[in-house]
């Protein structure tokens, strides 16, 4: 048996990922999350520990420090367990969580990127996810009334100001193009930093808050134009979702994953982050000289190389691998 454990109550791009692969998972082999914050393929306290305390070679898989302490303490009080742990912030780890990787039998990290900060080895799996949900669909699209998403909690690491001060300028010169900021509002003072610029540039009809929804795929299928503005990202799940659902993503270059996914000016765009002046010019392209890219060619970059099947498949080979060496 596969388990994974969730230990966190709000949504995070880390519990949508494990979301995600649960499905492709289990269809290889049953797999379960124990915890709470998820509310599919569960597992009962009773039930797991019946699990690890009468087989061998049980996989055990955390993604935070609360529950690699909680898997390494069933371990030390008798559990028969394998512990994989995922990091998943790109930033360097600190001494508590460096001594928590070092005491499971595989740390897997996200992006190259991520795995050279690290002072462990890891074996590279990124995220994927589900193609089938997340998917490109034209009638969703309204043609008078082009749409902009920026997704993610609102947070200065975010970069939304920067996108509102880039982008003000341009939506003042067209007024069929809106802007909508998805996500719960951590710090209202910034939120309202980025009303006040809409608000000089007399475009605050056009911008809109959208709290944190679960249906944000339906959002995706209605925008044209996905922004990601972050100076840090452990991995970005936005953009493969956006790619996915067929919108032109415009991504800072060198965060997360977004140099791995996208290659400029053909399935995507890339600009330096904190670069105002250079998000403005790429929107300028995009918003006033229509330089609109095929959804369907994005989506396929999504297709090929970034599905939750695939990521899926690489966890299973590695837990596999594992078992069958030890």
Known sequence: MIIHFHFHFKTTGVTRSVESVLGPLDSMEKTRVFGYGISTHKISFFKL?????????TVVHTHRNNETLFALALRFFGAKL???????????PSSTTNYLMSKADQC?????????NLPIET?????????????????????????ISVVGR??????????????????????????????????????????????????????????????IEEYYQASSVVIIASYTEG?????????????????????????????????GFLFPKGSVSTLREVLKKVIEQAQDLDPEKVRKTILDNWSVTSAAQKLFETYTTYRNIC
């Open 49 to 57: 520990l019946k699990e690890l305390y009468s087989k061998e070679k």
């Open 235 to 267: 991995f970005s799940l936005v953009c493969l979702e956006a790619m996915a659902s067929g919108c032109t993503t415009i991504a800072t270059e060198k965060v997360g994953i977004h140099s791995d996914v996208i290659e400029h000016g053909t399935n």
């Open 154 to 215: 609102i947070r200065k690491a975010k970069g939304q100001r920067d996108v509102m001060e880039a982008i003000a300028p341009i939506l003042s010169q067209n007024p069929n193009w809106i802007i909508q900021f998805i996500g719960t509002i951590d710090r209202p003072t910034y939120a309202e930093e980025i009303k006040s610029i809409a608000s000089i540039s007399d475009v605050e009809k056009q911008i809109h808050f959208i709290s944190q929804t679960n249906k």
């Open 82 to 92: 394998k512990l994989f742990t995922t990091r998943h912030a790109e930033s360097k």
């Open 123 to 147: 074996k590279t799996i990124g995220h994927g996810v589900d193609t089938e949900w997340f998917h490109y669909n034209s009638k969703k699209r309204v043609p008078n009334q082009k749409k």
């Open 108 to 116: 897997i990290s996200l992006s190259q990127n991520m795995a050279q």
